[in-house]
Nanobody, 126 residues
Framework: QVQLLESGGGLVQAVGSLKLSCAAS????????MGWFRQAPGKERQFVAA????????YYSDSVKGRFTISRDNAKNTVYLQMNSLKPEDTAVYYC???????????????????WGQGTQVTVSS
């Protein structure tokens, strides 16, 4: 069992920045592939970014590439999402998610993850 706790959400003006954190417990963090998804009201959950268990591989959706950066600190059991140049369309609840590393991982597929956090709200005003 893995517990994930997101933090760092809030209200920010367009072109501003926020940094989300996700603290994991209950499993060997360094063996977890980690991801961030988001869900806006009335929309499906959407892939944002993912990082492999050693942090070697990172993946981004086209909508955030060049603006968001995912990183991890295995010593702190934490994954981060640095969000720059925020836009109103980035407004959503952001979820941290994880799965044990294996060769069948599809980073952009929500169904590929087993554990999810409760989410943190990010609101970008224009």
């Amino acid at each position: 069992q893995v517990q994930l706790l997101e933090s760092g959400g809030g209200l920010v003006q367009a072109v501003g920045s926020l940094k989300l954190s996700c603290a994991a417990s209950g499993a060997l963090f360094s063996m977890l592939n980690m991801g961030w998804f988001r869900q806006a009201p009335g929309k499906e959950r959407q892939f944002v970014a993912a990082i492999s268990w050693r942090g070697v591989m990172t993946y981004y959706s086209d909508s955030v590439k060049g603006r968001f950066t995912i990183s991890r600190d295995n010593a702190k059991n934490t994954v981060y999402l640095q969000m720059n140049s925020l836009k109103p369309e980035d407004t959503a609840v952001y979820y941290c998610t994880s799965r044990l590393t294996d060769s069948n991982w599809s980073p952009e597929s929500a169904g590929d993850y087993k554990y999810w956090g409760q989410g943190t709200q990010v609101t970008v005003s224009s």
